[in-house]
């Protein structure tokens, strides 16, 4: 499938934003990710990509950590009025169970973009089973799309500035005492690999079942 950029913003240093539109609704499950290349590249240039924005819209948002030299996030920030890529099919199993009870959000970095999938979606169903979202990142000038997040968010910052009167520390501080507070909760986390792996063992350590931790790496 061919999407087309429609809009494009720069969000920190090194994320940006990007709403393409496709001619047909892009079907997929929050969560999900598309193998995006150039049009007519080689497979093997193809990069995963989660939809940061909810299924079956025309228009999808991508969140990319912004590499000027990226095959993909290099191409998709040109300043050329027309840029389209080729998407795959919907693919990945980071996706919503309907019989969890209770859901911690676990995001670093572009990390957050399913997770975004996951609020739309929920917010658009009016799904009722409560959730918690933890983001975090390195400095405050990281932070973005904070405005997306429920007020009741938890945001932390691993090396704020001296001004910043938040939440401090890695995410996985704060894994024990949501653990505490949400003990039948199903847990999604996302982002860098070591973030994902500390999140993970905690979990473990703590007897959370292995059915209960989907976790996508990015
Ligand atoms: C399921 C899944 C979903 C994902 N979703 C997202 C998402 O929504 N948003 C997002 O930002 N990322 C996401 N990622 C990660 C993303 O696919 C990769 O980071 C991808 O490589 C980005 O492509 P690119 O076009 O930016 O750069 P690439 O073309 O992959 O790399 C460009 C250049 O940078 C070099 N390079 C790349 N990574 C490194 C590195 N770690 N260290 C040193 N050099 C490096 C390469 O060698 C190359 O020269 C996802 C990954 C997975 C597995």
Same mark, same amino acid.
């Given at each position: 499938?061919?999407?087309?950029?429609?809009?494009?913003?720069?969000?920190?240093?090194d994320?940006?934003?990007?709403v393409?539109v496709?001619?047909?609704?892009?079907?997929f499950?929050?969560?999900?990710?598309?193998?995006?290349?150039?049009?007519?590249?080689?497979?093997?240039?193809?990069?995963?990509?989660?939809m940061?924005?909810k299924?079956n819209q025309?228009e999808?948002?991508?969140?990319?950590?912004?590499?000027?030299?990226?095959?993909?996030?290099?191409?998709?920030?040109?300043?050329?009025?027309h840029?389209?890529l080729e998407?795959?099919?919907?693919l990945g199993?980071?996706?919503?169970?309907p019989?969890d009870?209770?859901r911690?959000?676990v995001a670093t970095?572009?990390?957050?973009?399913?997770?975004?999938?996951?609020?739309e979606t929920?917010?658009?169903?009016?799904?009722?089973?409560?959730f918690?979202?933890?983001?975090g990142v390195r400095h405050?000038s990281?932070?973005f799309?904070?405005?997306k997040?429920? *007020?009741? *968010?938890?945001i932390?910052?691993?090396?704020p500035s001296?001004n910043w009167?938040g939440l401090q520390?890695?995410?996985?501080?704060f894994i024990?005492?949501?653990l505490?507070?949400?003990l039948?909760a199903?847990?999604?986390i996302?982002?860098?690999p070591?973030?994902?792996?500390?999140?993970?063992e905690?979990?473990?350590?703590?007897?959370?079942k292995?059915?209960?931790i989907?976790f996508?790496?990015?």
């Amino acid at each position: 499938m061919i999407l087309k950029r429609i809009d494009s913003k720069i969000l920190t240093h090194d994320v940006r934003s990007y709403v393409f539109v496709a001619e047909e609704p892009l079907h997929f499950i929050a969560g999900q990710f598309v193998q995006l290349k150039q049009p007519g590249a080689e497979q093997k240039l193809a990069r995963a990509f989660s939809m940061a924005s909810k299924p079956n819209q025309t228009e999808v948002t991508f969140l990319m950590k912004h590499n000027p030299e990226g095959h993909v996030s290099g191409y998709a920030a040109l300043p050329q009025e027309h840029i389209s890529l080729e998407s795959s099919a919907p693919l990945g199993r980071f996706t919503l169970d309907p019989n969890d009870s209770d859901r911690i959000f676990v995001a670093t970095g572009t990390g957050l973009a399913p997770i975004i999938s996951f609020i739309e979606t929920i917010e658009a169903e009016k799904i009722s089973i409560p959730f918690t979202t933890i983001f975090g990142v390195r400095h405050e000038s990281d932070l973005f799309w904070t405005e997306k997040l429920p *007020s009741e *968010s938890l945001i932390t910052l691993s090396q704020p500035s001296e001004n910043w009167s938040g939440l401090q520390g890695r995410v996985t501080e704060f894994i024990p005492a949501l653990l505490a507070e949400h003990l039948h909760a199903a847990w999604y986390i996302c982002g860098n690999p070591e973030m994902v792996k500390s999140v993970r063992e905690l979990l473990l350590a703590a007897q959370i079942k292995p059915a209960a931790i989907h976790f996508e790496i990015y």
